[in-house]
Protein backbone atom coordinates (compact mmCIF):
# COMPACT_ATOMS: atom_id res chain seq x y z
CA UNK A 1 0.00 0.00 0.00
CA UNK A 2 1.97 2.48 -1.15
CA UNK A 3 -0.78 5.85 -0.32
CA UNK A 4 -0.12 8.99 -2.89
CA UNK A 5 2.82 8.86 -5.16
CA UNK A 6 4.07 11.49 -6.88
CA UNK A 7 6.60 11.71 -9.76
CA UNK A 8 9.16 13.28 -10.95
CA UNK A 9 10.48 14.06 -7.20
CA UNK A 10 12.73 16.71 -8.89
CA UNK A 11 12.74 18.65 -11.98
CA UNK A 12 14.44 22.11 -13.05
CA UNK A 13 12.85 23.54 -15.61
CA UNK A 14 13.60 26.56 -18.43
CA UNK A 15 10.87 29.48 -18.49
CA UNK A 16 8.59 28.40 -20.88
CA UNK A 17 9.00 25.03 -20.85
CA UNK A 18 6.19 22.79 -20.52
CA UNK A 19 5.73 19.33 -17.50
CA UNK A 20 3.06 17.69 -16.52
CA UNK A 21 3.52 16.50 -12.78
CA UNK A 22 1.96 13.62 -11.82
CA UNK A 23 -0.11 11.97 -8.96
CA UNK A 24 -1.51 8.58 -8.00
CA UNK A 25 -3.29 7.14 -5.01
CA UNK A 26 -4.06 3.49 -3.88
CA UNK A 27 -6.68 4.47 -1.36
CA UNK A 28 -9.72 4.17 -3.17
CA UNK A 29 -10.31 8.06 -2.17
CA UNK A 30 -12.85 10.47 -3.77
CA UNK A 31 -10.98 14.04 -3.58
CA UNK A 32 -7.11 15.02 -4.76
CA UNK A 33 -5.60 17.81 -4.29
CA UNK A 34 -2.81 19.85 -5.99
CA UNK A 35 -0.61 22.06 -3.41
CA UNK A 36 2.37 24.51 -3.31
CA UNK A 37 4.74 25.40 -0.58
CA UNK A 38 6.55 28.19 -1.07
CA UNK A 39 9.13 29.77 2.22
CA UNK A 40 7.40 31.06 5.17
CA UNK A 41 4.14 30.68 2.78
CA UNK A 42 2.74 27.61 3.84
CA UNK A 43 0.85 24.95 1.74
CA UNK A 44 -1.51 26.93 -0.77
CA UNK A 45 -4.42 25.13 -3.01
CA UNK A 46 -3.92 24.79 -6.78
CA UNK A 47 -6.57 22.64 -7.67
CA UNK A 48 -8.82 19.94 -6.44
CA UNK A 49 -10.95 17.28 -7.50
CA UNK A 50 -13.99 16.71 -5.27
CA UNK A 51 -14.53 13.26 -7.79
CA UNK A 52 -13.72 11.53 -11.10
CA UNK A 53 -14.99 14.02 -13.64
CA UNK A 54 -14.86 16.81 -11.92
CA UNK A 55 -12.09 19.70 -11.50
CA UNK A 56 -12.25 22.84 -9.18
CA UNK A 57 -9.78 26.41 -8.91
CA UNK A 58 -8.13 27.00 -5.74
CA UNK A 59 -6.50 29.65 -4.60
CA UNK A 60 -3.48 29.74 -6.73
CA UNK A 61 -4.59 28.44 -10.01
CA UNK A 62 -3.14 30.77 -12.53
CA UNK A 63 -0.37 29.12 -14.72
CA UNK A 64 -1.91 25.62 -14.12
CA UNK A 65 -3.91 23.29 -15.50
CA UNK A 66 -5.24 19.22 -14.14
CA UNK A 67 -6.86 16.34 -15.47
CA UNK A 68 -8.39 14.23 -13.52
CA UNK A 69 -7.50 10.95 -14.94
CA UNK A 70 -9.90 8.26 -13.52
CA UNK A 71 -10.49 7.94 -9.83
CA UNK A 72 -7.04 7.09 -9.09
CA UNK A 73 -4.60 9.69 -10.93
CA UNK A 74 -4.47 13.83 -10.90
CA UNK A 75 -1.73 15.74 -12.69
CA UNK A 76 -0.76 19.09 -12.98
CA UNK A 77 -0.15 20.84 -15.19
CA UNK A 78 2.55 23.58 -16.68
CA UNK A 79 2.08 25.33 -20.36
CA UNK A 80 4.58 27.69 -19.87
CA UNK A 81 6.40 27.63 -16.63
CA UNK A 82 7.87 30.48 -15.54
CA UNK A 83 10.18 31.26 -12.59
CA UNK A 84 7.34 32.33 -9.77
CA UNK A 85 6.44 28.65 -10.34
CA UNK A 86 9.27 27.35 -8.75
CA UNK A 87 8.16 25.75 -5.59
CA UNK A 88 7.44 22.46 -3.65
CA UNK A 89 4.18 20.53 -4.82
CA UNK A 90 2.32 18.20 -3.33
CA UNK A 91 -0.49 15.87 -3.68
CA UNK A 92 -3.04 15.02 -1.67
CA UNK A 93 -6.12 12.79 -1.06
CA UNK A 94 -9.18 12.44 1.33
CA UNK A 95 -12.38 10.47 1.42
CA UNK A 96 -15.10 13.01 1.44
CA UNK A 97 -16.16 12.18 5.06
CA UNK A 98 -12.84 12.06 6.51
CA UNK A 99 -11.41 15.20 7.85
CA UNK A 100 -7.44 14.66 7.18
CA UNK A 101 -5.80 14.52 3.48
CA UNK A 102 -3.11 12.04 2.63
CA UNK A 103 0.03 13.78 1.39
CA UNK A 104 2.73 12.61 -1.50
CA UNK A 105 6.54 13.20 -0.92
CA UNK A 106 6.16 16.11 -2.82
CA UNK A 107 7.87 17.49 -6.05
CA UNK A 108 10.70 20.12 -5.95
CA UNK A 109 10.24 21.96 -9.16
CA UNK A 110 13.10 24.57 -10.17
CA UNK A 111 12.28 27.23 -13.24
CA UNK A 112 15.25 29.54 -14.24
CA UNK B 1 -6.22 37.85 3.98
CA UNK B 2 -4.73 35.60 6.48
CA UNK B 3 -7.91 32.91 7.30
CA UNK B 4 -5.54 31.00 9.44
CA UNK B 5 -2.81 32.58 10.94
CA UNK B 6 0.40 30.86 12.84
CA UNK B 7 2.01 33.82 14.82
CA UNK B 8 4.79 31.93 16.08
CA UNK B 9 7.36 30.73 13.24
CA UNK B 10 9.86 28.67 15.57
CA UNK B 11 9.22 27.78 19.23
CA UNK B 12 12.05 25.38 20.95
CA UNK B 13 11.44 23.63 23.64
CA UNK B 14 13.59 21.48 26.60
CA UNK B 15 12.89 17.38 25.95
CA UNK B 16 9.83 16.15 28.93
CA UNK B 17 8.50 19.69 28.78
CA UNK B 18 5.31 20.38 27.15
CA UNK B 19 4.78 22.04 23.57
CA UNK B 20 2.48 24.58 22.73
CA UNK B 21 1.75 25.45 19.88
CA UNK B 22 -1.10 28.38 18.68
CA UNK B 23 -3.08 28.86 15.60
CA UNK B 24 -5.58 31.77 15.31
CA UNK B 25 -8.42 31.40 12.34
CA UNK B 26 -11.05 34.32 11.18
CA UNK B 27 -13.46 32.22 9.08
CA UNK B 28 -16.63 31.30 11.10
CA UNK B 29 -17.75 28.68 8.26
CA UNK B 30 -14.66 25.94 9.00
CA UNK B 31 -16.51 23.17 10.69
CA UNK B 32 -13.09 21.17 10.94
CA UNK B 33 -9.57 22.22 12.28
CA UNK B 34 -6.57 20.04 12.04
CA UNK B 35 -2.81 19.69 12.66
CA UNK B 36 -0.33 18.36 10.24
CA UNK B 37 3.45 17.65 11.13
CA UNK B 38 6.22 17.70 8.08
CA UNK B 39 9.63 16.61 8.21
CA UNK B 40 11.96 18.23 5.91
CA UNK B 41 11.92 16.64 1.86
CA UNK B 42 8.09 14.80 3.28
CA UNK B 43 4.62 15.64 2.68
CA UNK B 44 2.73 16.71 5.64
CA UNK B 45 1.45 14.13 7.90
CA UNK B 46 -1.97 14.15 9.69
CA UNK B 47 -1.59 14.26 13.32
CA UNK B 48 -5.15 15.15 14.93
CA UNK B 49 -8.20 16.82 14.49
CA UNK B 50 -11.15 18.51 16.18
CA UNK B 51 -14.76 19.09 15.16
CA UNK B 52 -16.04 22.42 15.82
CA UNK B 53 -18.82 21.42 18.30
CA UNK B 54 -16.06 20.12 20.47
CA UNK B 55 -13.65 21.93 22.58
CA UNK B 56 -10.65 19.13 23.61
CA UNK B 57 -9.70 16.19 21.61
CA UNK B 58 -6.78 14.02 23.13
CA UNK B 59 -4.70 11.22 21.20
CA UNK B 60 -1.94 10.01 23.25
CA UNK B 61 0.75 12.66 23.80
CA UNK B 62 -0.84 14.98 21.09
CA UNK B 63 -4.00 17.51 23.24
CA UNK B 64 -6.10 19.77 20.57
CA UNK B 65 -7.91 22.69 22.58
CA UNK B 66 -10.57 24.73 20.58
CA UNK B 67 -11.85 28.14 21.81
CA UNK B 68 -14.27 28.88 19.54
CA UNK B 69 -15.42 32.36 21.08
CA UNK B 70 -11.74 33.16 20.57
CA UNK B 71 -11.30 31.75 17.31
CA UNK B 72 -8.51 30.07 18.78
CA UNK B 73 -6.75 26.45 18.87
CA UNK B 74 -4.01 24.92 20.25
CA UNK B 75 -2.09 21.86 20.11
CA UNK B 76 -0.52 20.34 23.33
CA UNK B 77 2.20 17.85 23.36
CA UNK B 78 3.16 16.33 26.56
CA UNK B 79 6.15 15.25 27.04
CA UNK B 80 8.06 16.57 24.44
CA UNK B 81 10.71 14.49 22.83
CA UNK B 82 13.51 14.82 20.25
CA UNK B 83 11.41 13.21 17.39
CA UNK B 84 8.91 15.70 17.60
CA UNK B 85 11.25 18.25 16.26
CA UNK B 86 9.15 19.48 12.84
CA UNK B 87 7.36 22.32 11.14
CA UNK B 88 3.67 21.80 12.80
CA UNK B 89 0.64 22.87 10.24
CA UNK B 90 -2.54 24.12 11.47
CA UNK B 91 -5.64 23.70 9.05
CA UNK B 92 -9.09 24.30 8.90
CA UNK B 93 -11.37 22.67 6.44
CA UNK B 94 -14.33 23.86 4.95
CA UNK B 95 -16.92 22.48 2.72
CA UNK B 96 -16.70 23.84 -1.11
CA UNK B 97 -19.77 21.39 -2.21
CA UNK B 98 -20.21 18.57 -4.94
CA UNK B 99 -18.94 16.94 -1.33
CA UNK B 100 -15.69 17.85 -0.88
CA UNK B 101 -14.00 20.81 0.80
CA UNK B 102 -10.66 22.62 0.76
CA UNK B 103 -8.28 23.32 3.39
CA UNK B 104 -6.63 26.38 4.32
CA UNK B 105 -3.47 26.17 5.90
CA UNK B 106 -1.43 28.11 8.04
CA UNK B 107 2.63 29.02 7.26
CA UNK B 108 3.57 26.62 10.24
CA UNK B 109 5.63 26.81 13.25
CA UNK B 110 9.08 25.04 13.12
CA UNK B 111 8.94 23.07 16.80
CA UNK B 112 12.57 22.14 18.10
CA UNK B 113 12.94 19.84 21.05
CA UNK B 114 16.16 19.86 22.28
CA UNK B 115 17.42 16.85 24.58
Known amino acids: NAGVTQTPKFQVLKTGQSMTLQCAQD?????MYWYRQDPGMGLRLIYY???????DKGEVPNGYNVSRLNKREFSLRLESAAPSQTSVYFC???????????FGPGTRLTVL | DQQVKQNSPSLSVQEGRISILNCDYT??????FLWYKKYPAEGPTFLIS?????DKNEDGRFTVFLNKSAKHLSLHIVPSQPGDSAVYFC??????????????FGKGTKLSVIP
Open chain 1, 92 to 102: ASSEVLVGSQF
Open chain 1, 27 to 31: MNHNS
Open chain 1, 49 to 55: SASEGTT
Open chain 2, 27 to 32: NSMFDY
Open chain 2, 50 to 54: ISSIK
Open chain 2, 91 to 104: AARQGSGAGSYQLT
